[in-house]
């Protein structure tokens, strides 16, 4: 049975991530709004709800470090695991002009919560600050992500677009949940520690939904939707899922997320953007440099 669910949920990720690029490919479209704006803000917010439901929860059980280790460790997987695995299955060629606004404010969130957590607690002060900052993402990426309409481009119905967008997100939600649960069954039941388990494929889990997302928007040249859909849910981590936890409840803060962690989460959004402006985009190469990053960055914590 728990190999069954493994495949099961392995085989829903990737229905579900279909389902969604499609879809949001054509609310994009009906919009009038460019592919980035949909990566960033449906599919990148969308695909993070694992990711909320986790830190939430793990704040409200009095579990601090998970609540925060699993938006900081997120957030580096999703740069140098995520973009670097479909960047090597399709060059990601977006001009830096149409991607530097969303950069600037993914690393003015990075550097905000490493401020923020050089304290002892993300206070609700703080948590509503950093609401504060995901509005204001909100209000600029829509105010300046609007397109001239392809009056060539056939527009799907939109009650079926939506029915695949939202669809798809629930599809990839459970299939993430089916496919951490069985792997971590099954890695127990060959004795793997619970370090290399919680190392990899948990760590690994909440992101899963961002993974197969940007893999197939990748292979389905929708470039601009699997870099938005990083950029996008990186800053939703950092400004929606803390700031709504912190509003609800104050975190306390383990000071080894400022002094070890951080500095990573930093490397990779700063890397990120220097390979993005000197590359015009992630070509192959940079997808091999940020895997090699995460190769370092897993040893490291082993």
Same mark, same amino acid.
């Given at each position: 049975m728990t190999y069954l669910l493994f495949t099961l949920g392995l085989v829903m990720l990737f229905a579900g991530g279909e389902s969604l690029v499609r879809g949001a490919s054509s609310v994009a479209r009906h919009f009038n709004l460019s592919p980035m704006v949909i990566g960033l803000t449906?599919?990148?917010?969308?695909?993070? #709800?694992? @990711?909320?439901?986790?830190?939430?929860?793990? !704040?409200?059980?009095?579990?601090?470090?998970? !609540?925060?280790g699993n938006i900081v460790g997120s957030n580096i997987a999703n740069i140098l695991l995520i973009l670097g695995i479909s960047a090597l299955i399709a060059p990601l060629?977006?001009?830096?002009? +149409?991607? %530097?606004?969303?950069? !600037?404010?993914? &690393?003015?969130?990075?550097?905000?919560? %490493?401020?923020?957590?050089?304290?002892?607690?993300?206070? +609700?002060?703080?948590?509503?600050?950093?609401?504060?900052?995901?509005?204001?993402?909100?209000?600029?990426?829509?105010?300046?992500?609007?397109? *001239?309409?392809? &009056?060539?481009?056939?527009?799907?119905?939109?009650?079926?677009? %939506? /029915?695949?967008?939202?669809?798809?997100?629930?599809? &990839?939600v459970l299939g993430a949940r089916f496919l951490v649960n069985s792997a971590v069954e099954i890695a127990t039941t060959y004795?793997?520690?619970? #370090?290399?388990? =919680? &190392?990899?494929?948990?760590?690994? =889990?909440?992101?899963?939904? @961002?993974?197969?997302?940007?893999?197939?928007? /990748?292979?389905?040249?929708?470039? *601009?939707?699997?870099?938005?859909?990083?950029?996008g849910s990186n800053i939703f981590n950092i400004f929606g899922i803390l700031g709504i936890t912190a509003l609800i409840t104050p975190i306390p803060v383990d000071p080894r997320f400022a002094a070890i962690d951080m500095p990573w989460a930093a490397v990779a959004a700063v890397g990120l953007t220097v390979l993005a402006f000197a590359l015009n985009g992630l070509p192959r190469i940079a997808g091999l440099i940020l895997l090699g990053a995460y190769a370092g960055y897993i040893y490291f914590m082993a």
């Amino acid at each position: 049975m728990t190999y069954l669910l493994f495949t099961l949920g392995l085989v829903m990720l990737f229905a579900g991530g279909e389902s969604l690029v499609r879809g949001a490919s054509s609310v994009a479209r009906h919009f009038n709004l460019s592919p980035m704006v949909i990566g960033l803000t449906i599919v990148g917010f969308g695909t993070s #709800a694992p @990711e909320l439901l986790v830190s939430l929860q793990a !704040a409200l059980d009095g579990r601090p470090e998970i !609540a925060i280790g699993n938006i900081v460790g997120s957030n580096i997987a999703n740069i140098l695991l995520i973009l670097g695995i479909s960047a090597l299955i399709a060059p990601l060629i977006i001009p830096a002009r +149409r991607m %530097w606004r969303d950069l !600037a404010f993914m &690393l003015a969130a990075t550097f905000i919560i %490493w401020g923020m957590l050089l304290g002892t607690e993300i206070t +609700r002060t703080y948590g509503a600050i950093l609401f504060l900052g995901l509005l204001l993402f909100l209000g600029v990426t829509f105010k300046y992500g609007k397109i *001239e309409p392809d &009056l060539d481009q056939p527009v799907e119905n939109q009650l079926k677009a %939506w /029915a695949y967008t939202i669809g798809g997100l629930i599809v &990839l939600v459970l299939g993430a949940r089916f496919l951490v649960n069985s792997a971590v069954e099954i890695a127990t039941t060959y004795g793997i520690s619970q #370090a290399v388990i =919680g &190392l990899t494929i948990v760590a690994v =889990g909440t992101s899963l939904p @961002e993974l197969a997302t940007s893999v197939i928007a /990748a292979y389905r040249k929708h470039t *601009e939707i699997a870099v938005g859909n990083i950029v996008g849910s990186n800053i939703f981590n950092i400004f929606g899922i803390l700031g709504i936890t912190a509003l609800i409840t104050p975190i306390p803060v383990d000071p080894r997320f400022a002094a070890i962690d951080m500095p990573w989460a930093a490397v990779a959004a700063v890397g990120l953007t220097v390979l993005a402006f000197a590359l015009n985009g992630l070509p192959r190469i940079a997808g091999l440099i940020l895997l090699g990053a995460y190769a370092g960055y897993i040893y490291f914590m082993a």
